[in-house]
């Protein structure tokens, strides 16, 4: 089965800030050359051409859970669980279009 999602990396703050692919909202810090969101309310968007995407985070290390919303064309959204980082979020099954996706911090305080 072929599929139609293609990987896209940023893992450099210089890549981060010349690409203009990537929006980020809200305060961060870069941390071993990845974002880190540690205030709620913040967070990244970007937009793609495609059906899906796969999004993976970087080490997460705390004794609970934090909280993303990942939402697509402002129409789907769901509330995810990052307990350390390894999980992959996969999203298909789009129209093959331009799609918009915003994923945001929901957890509260530095967790």
Same mark, same amino acid.
């Given at each position: 089965?072929?599929?139609?999602?293609?990987?896209?990396?940023?893992?450099?703050?210089?890549?981060?800030?010349?690409?203009?692919?990537?929006?980020?909202?809200? %305060?961060?810090? &870069?941390? /071993? =050359?990845?974002?880190? #969101?540690?205030?709620? *309310?913040?967070?990244?968007?970007?937009?793609?051409?495609?059906?899906?995407?796969?999004?993976?985070?970087?080490?997460?290390?705390?004794?609970?859970?934090?909280?993303?919303?990942?939402?697509?064309?402002?129409?789907?959204?769901? %509330?995810?669980? &990052?307990? /350390? =980082?390894?999980?992959? #979020?996969?999203?298909? *099954?789009?129209?093959?279009?331009?799609?918009?996706?915003?994923?945001?911090?929901?957890?509260?305080?530095?967790?």
């Amino acid at each position: 089965m072929k599929s139609d999602i293609k990987p896209f990396h940023l893992n450099t703050p210089e890549k981060l800030s010349e690409c203009g692919m990537l929006r980020i909202r809200g %305060r961060h810090s &870069v941390e /071993n =050359g990845m974002l880190a #969101f540690d205030w709620s *309310g913040s967070g990244f968007a970007f937009n793609f051409m495609g059906t899906g995407f796969i999004l993976s985070l970087g080490e997460y290390q705390s004794d609970v859970p934090a909280y993303v919303r990942i939402t697509v064309d402002s129409s789907f959204s769901q %509330r995810l669980a &990052v307990v /350390n =980082g390894s999980e992959k #979020f996969i999203i298909e *099954g789009l129209s093959d279009s331009r799609h918009r996706v915003e994923v945001i911090k929901v957890t509260e305080g530095a967790s």
